[in-house]
């Protein structure tokens, strides 16, 4: 059973940057596309951004296109979500899980949430 750990994440100013760091306890299959998401208060878990097992596709919520980047090194089962220019808005637990993507291109979460990162940016 695999087992995710995030870290990374704090308090930034908006405007500012952080990377966010997905680590598996063991091998991430390299089947397996992963996905952050992200839940701020009061609100259902979103998805943020989703890559391919081959690191090949990667794809982004609207609300970050252009300044969230999603990575992987497989080698070392992790994942990266690096997000620049940080809204009041970004401001979530961010959580990151192996998914499929289905022929429809939805994203099917398939393992167990970990505690996540709390990212929060002030305005």
């Known amino acids: 059973q695999v087992c995710l750990v995030e870290s990374g994440g704090g308090l930034v100013q908006a405007g500012g940057s952080l990377r966010l760091s997905c680590v598996a306890s063991?091998?991430?299959?390299?089947?397996?596309?992963m996905a952050w998401y992200r839940q701020a208060p009061g609100k259902q878990r979103e998805l943020v951004a989703r890559?391919?097992?081959?690191?090949?596709?990667?794809n982004y919520a609207d609300f970050v296109k252009g300044r969230f980047t999603i990575s992987r090194d497989n080698a070392k089962n992790t994942v990266y979500l690096q997000m620049n220019s940080l809204k009041p808005e970004d401001t979530a637990v961010y959580y990151c899980?192996?998914?499929?993507?289905?022929?429809?291109?939805?994203?099917?979460?398939?393992?167990?949430w970990g505690q996540g990162t709390q990212v929060t940016v002030s305005s």
């Open positions: 063991g091998s991430i299959p390299s089947i397996n596309a």
């Open positions: 899980n192996r998914v499929l993507i289905t022929s429809t291109r939805t994203t099917i979460p398939l393992g167990s």
């Open positions: 890559i391919s097992s081959g690191a090949s596709s990667t």
